[in-house]
Nanobody, 124 residues
Framework: QVQLVESGGGLVQAGGSLRLSCTVS????????MGWFRQPPGNEREFVAA????????YYADSVKGRFTISRDNAKRTMYLQMNSLKPEDTAVYYC?????????????????WGQGTQVTVSS
């Protein structure tokens, strides 16, 4: 299992930027494909972006493609999400987790527990 700590959220105006971080402890970070997920107010958690263990492959939800960039530093056991051109509909609690080996849009079964997440609020 892994332990996950998300940070970097905040309140920003539409069009602004934020950089989220996800620090991982526990089992070896570098072997996992990792992903960002978010839960908008009153809605279910949804996929945002994922990155392979080498960082060579990245995947994005259509709603964030071209605006968000996912990256990772295995030496620091940290993953990042650079969010630019933020929109009010990006308002959500953002979480990170290892992703399923068969579907990068889903969290990995049995990875442990979700972290507390980090709140992103985009005002119009």
């Amino acid at each position: 299992q892994v332990q996950l700590v998300e940070s970097g959220g905040g309140l920003v105006q539409a069009g602004g930027s934020l950089r989220l971080s996800c620090t991982v402890s526990g089992r070896t970070f570098s072997v996992y494909r990792m992903g960002w997920f978010r839960q908008p107010p009153g809605n279910e958690r949804e996929f945002v972006a994922a990155i392979s263990w080498t960082g060579g492959n990245t995947y994005y939800a259509d709603s964030v493609k071209g605006r968000f960039t996912i990256s990772r530093d295995n030496a620091k056991r940290t993953m990042y999400l650079q969010m630019n051109s933020l929109k009010p509909e990006d308002t959500a609690v953002y979480y990170c987790a290892p992703t399923s080996p068969t579907n990068y849009r889903n969290p990995r079964d049995g990875f442990g527990s979700w972290g507390q997440g980090t709140q992103v609020t985009v005002s119009s």
